[in-house]
């Protein structure tokens, strides 16, 4: 058939029927791959429980910077302390790059005074400090800071981990998708037997 007479032929065809048409293709509500993570969840706001359901667990309270928690998961935090959890607050940054001072020392000498404050009125048993360069974060080896989430994770015998959120849409600080990164898979692998066995070794 001539191309002219095909599309001729074409756009003079009847239309198809709305009810055989295929249906459109929903919007992906997942990432791909398994433990997808969605979103589009629905909030569920959960009120004090009472008496101390979580005791015997441990929370690690992980923030790349000193304002963090405080400011997107304090109240969390208190929350699951005073219903039973023993709480580490861990900063992965110096915090070097904000706050007051006429210096980067007294600037990060400052956010760990701020920090140790904000573990002890949070009620945490202690706060972490693994002293990254801040807003350099995507500049260093996520498999190093992984492994030391590893120990961490391990020693403490973390039963819940609290970080910014790893498949984040439109996060532009590197500070908090790659430390949210190196958390997520931490905790993967944190409880199996093959990855760091010479943790065990040490008594872990």
Not at 55 to 84: M, N, R, S, W, Y
Request: glycine fraction near 8%; hydrophobic fraction near 40%; charge should be negative.
């Amino acid at each position: 058939m001539e191309r002219r007479r095909f599309l001729e032929a074409s756009l003079l065809a009847a239309p198809i029927p709305a009810s055989t048409q295929a249906p459109p293709t929903p919007r992906e509500v997942q990432g791909g791959g398994t433990g997808s993570t969605s979103y589009q969840v629905q909030t569920t706001v959960e009120r004090r429980q009472a008496g101390k359901p979580h005791h015997g667990k441990v929370l690690a309270a992980i923030q790349p910077h000193c304002d963090d928690i405080p400011i997107f998961a304090g109240g969390t935090v208190l929350k699951l302390i005073d219903e039973g959890y023993t709480g580490y607050l861990i900063t992965v940054t110096d915090d070097s790059m904000a706050g007051t001072g006429a210096t980067y020392g007294e600037i990060v000498l400052k956010n760990e005074q701020d920090t140790n404050e904000v573990a002890k009125r949070l009620g945490c048993k202690d706060s972490i400090f693994l002293n990254y360069p801040n807003h350099n974060m995507d500049a260093m080896p996520v498999i190093e800071m992984r492994a030391r989430f590893v120990f961490l994770f391990r020693a403490l015998k973390v039963d819940t981990v609290m970080v910014y959120d790893p498949s984040a849409l439109y996060e532009r600080n590197p500070d908090h998708y790659v430390t949210a990164r190196a958390v997520e898979w931490a905790a993967a692998i944190a409880g199996t037997r093959w990855d760091y066995p010479e943790h065990f070794l040490a008594g872990l």
